[in-house]
């Protein structure tokens, strides 16, 4: 047995040189089996290189972790293709392979669009991450920014590497751009006469991101719908309704809409008519307005001194009225309601403890008697 294995390793040991050395289509069998390692290598040491880049660069950027990590992750893909790109190319290449002039003429056009694919997914990389560094920078300087226009600028970023990768790669495979861009413009002029309404929406969503007038997170109100907005594209937003329902409003229409954003009210107004009774005398509508300014007051952690307004309007047709308004330090609608009904409960127990009623609409019917009838 042991004579047996001797024999057939010596025979493989002989062998193996000879296959190695087998010619096929004009390169050894050993030539082959590299390039086959190499391309195995690329793979599946891609990732452990782009870590390793990755690291450096966090090193050259310790004086902002935040921004080396974001760096780190955005160019992550781009690194992983452009190890694996520059394996095809060494596996490839003429140094190591000799194939036919139109073979050799495919893998160089292949090496080249992995190459073009690598440098638009590090420079979309790059410059998303570089937006997105900046927005949080003056968010920590509690600047007033816009998340919706750093993120058109993202999608903005990330359509133009797509549509240069695009042409870069018809260039490397032959294709005439020239005669390419003139069919396109041609093209766009018929599209864009059959597709109006969509350019339009498309100008409507960069004018809102333009001109700030919400945010996503924002509780706006339109003529045609109110509710909060989840998220802001280039051709529709998306508003969840207060029913939870989420709608869909094509930026077109949301543009040219006179839009209400309570979110940046900054403060909410309470205003509310009090009526008293007819047969309230001057006395306590006195001690009443009084009364009322003391709730205010004490509310003061809540209720605003600027705004507040408690006076005696109006001599009504069937009540006293008082205008009595202030303004709360709180957008949050839960938090407007729970102030509002608390002043409302002080203001009830303000009439009852002066024995004032409140006074609600009536009418009199005056019924004559003609002399002689009954």
């Not at 599946?44 to 870590?51: E, I, M």
Request: net charge positive; hydrophobic share 50%.
């Amino acid at each position: 047995m042991l004579h047996a294995t001797i024999q057939l390793t010596a025979s493989i040991g002989t062998k193996l040189p000879s296959f190695l050395g087998t010619s096929f289509w004009g390169n050894p069998m050993l030539h082959y089996l590299i390039a086959v390692l190499i391309l195995l290598a690329a793979f599946l040491f891609r990732k452990v290189l782009a870590r390793l880049i990755q690291v450096l660069i966090r090193l050259f950027s310790r004086k902002s972790f935040s921004a080396g990590e974001r760096l780190a992750e955005a160019v992550l893909p781009g690194l992983k293709l452009l190890v694996f790109s520059v394996g095809f190319s060494i596996a490839t290449g003429p140094l190591l392979l000799k194939t036919a002039a139109p073979i050799m003429s495919f893998l160089e056009k292949t090496n080249a669009t992995l190459f073009v694919v690598v440098i638009s997914l590090l420079m979309a990389g790059v410059a998303s991450a570089l937006t997105e560094i900046h927005y949080d920078v003056l968010v920590r300087q509690e600047k007033r920014v816009s998340q919706a226009i750093y993120m058109f600028y993202r999608q903005a970023i990330r359509i133009a590497a797509i549509i240069l990768a695009l042409f870069l790669i018809l260039k490397v495979w032959g294709f005439d751009i020239s005669g390419l861009l003139t069919g396109i413009g041609i093209g766009g002029l018929a599209i864009s006469l059959a597709a109006q309404e969509t350019f339009a929406n498309l100008i409507g969503g960069v004018t809102i991101m333009a001109d700030r007038a919400f945010e996503i997170g924002d509780y706006i109100s339109t003529p045609e719908i109110d509710g909060i907005v989840e998220n802001i594209g280039f051709r529709s937003s998306r508003i969840r309704t207060l029913a939870q329902a989420v709608v869909t409003v094509p930026n077109g229409k949301l543009s040219n809409s006179f839009i209400t954003n309570f979110s940046r009210m900054g403060k909410r107004r309470i205003r509310l008519t009090l009526s008293a009774t007819y047969d309230t005398p001057v006395e306590k509508l006195e001690q009443l307005n009084t009364a009322l300014r003391g709730i205010a007051a004490r509310r003061s952690e809540t209720v605003l001194e600027e705004g507040l307004l408690v006076y005696f309007e109006k001599l009504n047709n069937s009540s006293l009225d008082i205008l009595f308004q202030c303004f709360v330090n709180t957008v949050a609608y839960d938090q407007y309601l729970a102030e509002q009904e608390a002043i409302l409960y002080d203001i009830m127990r303000v009439f009852e403890s002066l024995d004032i009623e409140f006074a609600y609409p009536t009418s009199s019917v005056i019924v004559s008697h003609k002399e002689g009838q009954s």
